[in-house]
């Protein structure tokens, strides 16, 4: 099991998508104000700082 979860992690292409997924749908100022914060229920305050939904 340990091997299989290291082979995903590990493979370039899924963490491009993680990582272009990331980028499309989040800003830079809400990505650094997730990561100041230590609680899960704390991340709501970051959608503030998110890309504007198209209406």
């Given amino acids: 099991m340990q091997q299989i979860m290291l082979k995903q992690i590990l493979q370039p292409d899924i963490s491009k998508a993680i ?3 990331c980028m499309s749908e989040k800003t830079l100022k809400q990505v650094q104000c997730e990561l100041k914060k230590e609680k899960f229920r704390d ?3 970051c959608k503030k700082f998110g890309k504007e939904e198209s209406k």
């Fill in 19 to 21: 990582v272009l997924r």
């Fill in 43 to 45: 991340l709501i305050e």
